[in-house]
């Protein structure tokens, strides 16, 4: 058969309220424009992310059941350290909260006022983790990861010329360690290639510097690696997951994505100095280290999670619906980043709207146009979210201006696309009646969760 069906049936269901165009009008002005203030109930597809959103599966909410409360030495932390050492083979293993503590705890022991930090892209919470640290968080994307319109498999790859530039221009000491994120949330959801991550690791160990993957996507990607990198075609996901980690010597990891859970992160290290580090950050941000911030039921369900994401026809599944969405878009003229990325369709808002500056915000515009059309509630990668200013205090257009529709996992259906895809549609047809957007209120950091906005005449 050449249809891909899901690769589950649905047992429980959750209403899905439509609320009309004027009350969708009236929740928009509340929100002050800026939809992550919106109430959730008042959106009818939501975009906004692909994390925590997911649905669990039967043998999750049945190891959910089987969680040890204890606070020390639990049997869930067990399952959960063990799945966790199988897939990535690191040593010393940290349960966290959710991915932006594993950063936190990272940069706050290891990072140092004036440091460098490159990364393929930093994802904005990362960035903020490093930057609040100190530290310059680089970015050092490959070009072809700049192009949004080119289809080449491995978009996400750092550029080894300019990390090798990097190095030399900046002493090693200045450089505590390098990330490398997969996917790369912020350039698309693309992939990065093993063989750069093999690379990377390559030059990083001439100068005894570590290398942190931000593994949020770890499955997403080993999916697209076994699809398009040769020499893989043979191997598990579990296998090509387990090489990824070989060349780590660290990891930051938000099991909201690939750890198909509502909440968790992990943070793990080889290094027995950076582990007492963590260990002692741990104990005072988070928990005990044996939960670090989460249930015994937490650990339990991420553990099922970790090892469900990285089943084959899980993945085939989930890249097909993201597929679907993105090929019936691109049947219909819409700019999206070429290729299709693994966990969200992103459309350029700067070809969408091309009359819209980027310092007014083109995807806003294009967020807050999907919500009043259809009750679509998506996010901003651009200018607004990556908030860059100049010396003076200008502020500097972002490279890229995308708005990302996240798909959740395990969630939304085949009809539902086809709404979400007729709503893109009709706002594609009015595209020239959309305004731009001016920021009234910004917080000093990750403004875009919080900001408030008023629409350009
Ligand atoms: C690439 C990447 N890194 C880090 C994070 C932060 O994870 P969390 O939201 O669990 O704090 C995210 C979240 O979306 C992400 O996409």
Do not use: C, M
């Given at each position: 058969m050449s249809t891909i069906i899901e690769p589950f049936r649905i047992k429980m269901t959750e209403p899905l309220k439509i609320i009309s165009k004027d009350e969708r009008i009236e929740a928009l002005k509340r929100a002050y424009n800026n939809v992550f203030l919106l109430d959730a109930e008042d959106c009818c597809i939501d975009l906004l992310t692909d994390s925590g959103t997911g649905a669990m599966s039967t043998q999750q909410w049945a190891a959910l059941m089987l969680g040890d409360e204890s606070y020390a030495g639990s049997k869930s932390w067990k399952k959960f350290e063990s799945v966790v050492k199988q897939i990535t083979g690191i040593k010393h293993i940290f349960p966290v909260h959710q991915g932006r503590a594993a950063e936190s705890i990272l940069a706050q022991t290891i990072v140092n006022k004036g440091d460098v930090i490159p990364n393929n892209s930093h994802f904005d919470t990362t960035r903020a983790n490093m930057e609040y640290a100190g530290a310059h968080a680089i970015d050092l994307l490959c070009d072809k990861g700049l192009n949004t319109t080119l289809e080449a498999p491995f978009k996400g790859d750092m550029d080894i010329e300019n990390l090798k530039k990097c190095i030399a221009d900046n002493s090693v000491e200045k450089i505590p360690f390098c990330m490398i994120t997969v996917t790369n949330n912020t350039g698309g959801g693309q992939p990065v290639s093993m063989n750069n991550i093999r690379e990377i690791k390559g030059v990083l160990k001439k100068y005894g510097i570590p290398l942190v993957i931000d593994a949020c996507r770890f499955a997403e990607n080993a999916y697209f690696i076994k699809k398009h990198e040769q020499g893989y075609q043979d191997l598990s996901l579990l296998e090509i997951a387990q090489e990824m980690f070989s060349y780590a010597d660290a990891a930051t990891m938000s099991c909201?994505?690939?750890?198909?859970?509502?909440?968790?992160?992990?943070?793990i290290c080889n290094n027995d100095q950076w582990a007492e580090k963590f260990r002692n950050m741990l104990?005072?941000?988070?928990?005990f280290p044996t939960y670090g911030g989460l249930a015994g039921r937490d650990l339990e369900v991420i553990a099922v999670g970790l090892m469900e994401a990285l089943e084959y026809d899980y993945q085939v599944y989930r890249h097909a619906t993201v597929e679907y969405l993105g090929r019936s878009l691109i049947d219909k003229g819409v700019p999206i980043v070429r290729p299709i990325g693994?966990?969200?369709v992103f459309l350029d808002a700067k070809q969408f709207l091309p009359n819209i500056p980027p310092i007014q915000y083109p995807g806003i515009g294009l967020v807050n146009a999907l919500y009043l059309e259809g009750g679509v509630r998506s996010v901003e990668l651009g200018t607004v979210m990556f908030g860059r200013f100049d010396e003076q205090g200008n502020e500097l257009p972002s490279p890229l201006e995308l708005v990302r529709l996240a798909i959740p996992r395990r969630v939304y259906t085949q009809s539902h696309f086809d709404y979400l895809i007729e709503t893109i549609d009709a706002?594609?047809?009015?595209?020239?009646?959309?305004?731009?957007?001016?920021?009234?209120?910004?917080?000093?950091?990750?403004?875009?969760f919080t900001c408030q906005l008023e629409a350009l005449e």
């Open positions: 909201k994505k690939d750890g198909l859970a509502n909440i968790g992160g992990f943070l104990i005072l941000r988070e928990g693994g966990h969200a706002v594609w047809e009015k595209k020239d009646s959309i305004p731009g957007y001016k920021i009234t209120y910004q917080p000093s950091f990750l403004r875009h």
